[in-house]
């Protein structure tokens, strides 16, 4: 029984099973410290196929996790496999030398934007992480401007590099590293479930961004006039923390109105992931810069890119290169992914299961005292976990139903604060029998694990 073949999710060993403990084992021994996912998600992988994936041990699950977001199609998508097949024997690596898919690749993505944009933005291939994007874009910035200073957003997620790590909000990856990119300034973002000014959402005129307003207007804020402002409009990693309209809107506006860089990070939030081709466009916001990378490929051969204002190309030849800019098998892929989104109407596949997906969650809310809050966008879900009694958050428990969906056929990740959001990036093409069941398997992950709790009722 293989995945491609399978349309249900049957564990029939526990997890790990026996072959997975012993590939886990192996590479505890062989394999760096800092590996996550293993440690949470404890199986080796045989193959994958669609929304579903098999382990070693013959177990198949749902994949909602879909390569940290970068599986939009799912795995393996057929076009896509014959798309790759077919340039292996043409052209592989190419620097940024121009190619013919390549020029294929970059109209398509630049024919994405909004009709507005098209003709003022250009595109930069960086090196071909999300990282990769984000260090391009701050040296982008800076050079443009002249100025050394960035302001990114508590919880915001940019990445593992020295200068995105400096960006991101998670203290915790960041403490052991001394010498961080530095000029570096954190402002509150739109989390209305835990506001960071502590208000009531009844209360809220949105006085997170009046802060920074006030601090950019203040000639004693202490904090110079930065290059750029670096903004996810849905957080990630942070908790699938959607900025509300408002929020976002100001922010923009204040960019112009002082002549800051506004970057907005679509490394998780681009390729349709919120039904909308960027997320940015939900927002009615123009942004100057924009950082694309997880999905481009559609099938998780890595690539990133730039797409920036022309005004901003002041930057030198050479002023961010890398060796592997030029994954031809990633531009074939991606110009088959489009044809395939286009094609079978993906993003409104997207809003249609957002919506069942939503539902389900909202249902499950009503029954689960544990659940502080529900949110997200397209494909892109959290469900925060609060202790009911003590509102701390519930830790606990969020792990204990990620382990409990997966022993029921359902890999779903954990993040944001305290990792107690449990998130959800299913594949954009997912249909509803599989949303219905991914929903029952993570329903019934919840009553195994809210029993398991009881009676201390410790989150
Ligand atoms: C918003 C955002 N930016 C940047 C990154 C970093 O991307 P990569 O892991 O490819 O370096 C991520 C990764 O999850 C992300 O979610």
Redesign the pocket.
């Known amino acids: 029984m293989t995945a491609a073949h399978n349309d249900q999710s049957v564990v029939h060993r526990a997890v790990p099973g026996p072959l997975s403990q012993h590939y886990l084992d192996r590479q505890e021994i062989q394999e760096s410290n800092a590996r996550t996912y293993p440690r949470r998600l404890p199986i080796a992988v045989r193959r994958a196929s669609g929304s579903r994936l098999e382990d070693v041990d013959g177990n198949v699950y749902i994949d909602f996790l879909s390569g ?3 599986l939009i199609l799912g795995h393996n998508h057929p076009e896509l496999v014959d798309a790759v097949r077919r340039q292996l024997d043409d052209f592989v690596h190419g620097l940024d030398l121009p190619t013919p898919i390549k020029a294929e690749f970059t109209n398509r993505q630049l024919g994405m934007l909004p009709e507005a944009m098209r003709d003022r933005m250009k595109l930069h291939f960086c090196g ?7 260090e391009a874009a701050i040296k982008l910035a800076k050079i443009h401007t002249g100025r050394p200073g960035i302001i990114s957003f508590q919880g ?6 020295t200068g ?1 790590l400096a960006l991101t909000g998670d203290l915790e990856n960041k403490r052991d590293v001394p010498d961080l990119m530095p000029g570096v300034q954190f402002f509150p973002y739109s989390y209305c479930a835990r506001c960071p000014l502590g208000l009531r959402p009844d209360t809220c005129s949105t006085n997170c961004v009046t802060y920074l307003e006030r601090t950019l207007a203040d000639s004693h804020s202490g904090m110079p006039k930065p290059a750029a402002m670096i903004l ?1 409009l849905v ?3 942070g908790g699938t923390i959607p900025a509300t309209r408002e929020f976002a809107r100001r922010i923009w506006k204040l960019c112009r109105k002082h002549d800051i860089v506004l970057i907005v ?5 681009g390729c349709g992931r919120t039904g909308t081709w960027f997320a940015f466009e939900q927002y009615d916001i123009e942004p100057d810069v924009i ?1 694309a ?2 999905g481009l490929s559609g099938i998780g051969l ?1 690539v ?1 890119l730039l797409l920036y204002d022309r005004r901003l190309d002041g930057w030198r030849p050479g002023a961010h290169i890398g060796t592997f800019r030029g994954n031809q098998l990633a531009f074939a892929s991606g110009v088959a992914a489009l044809d395939v989104i286009e094609r079978e109407r993906v993003l409104e596949n997207v809003a249609q299961q957002g919506k069942l997906l939503s539902e389900r969650l909202f249902e499950l809310a009503k029954f689960t005292p544990w659940i502080a809050d529900v949110r997200g966008v397209g494909l892109m879900w959290g469900v925060e976990l609060v202790n009911p009694e003590t509102g701390q958050s519930a830790t606990k428990l969020a792990r204990a139903v990620q382990a409990a969906a997966l022993r029921n056929g359902l890999i779903l990740e954990v993040g944001g604060r305290d990792d107690c959001v449990l998130r959800m990036l299913p594949p954009l093409n997912i249909d509803a029998h599989t949303m219905n069941e991914a929903m029952d398997a993570l329903a019934e992950a919840f009553v195994t694990a809210t029993e398991g709790l009881n009676p201390e009722r410790k989150g």
Do not use: L, Y
């Open positions: 940290a977001g970068a071909p992480t999300g990282a990769n994007g984000v915001a997620f940019h990445g593992s590099t995105a996810e957080q990630g990693e990070d679509e490394v998780q939030t950082i990378s997880k890595p990133a």
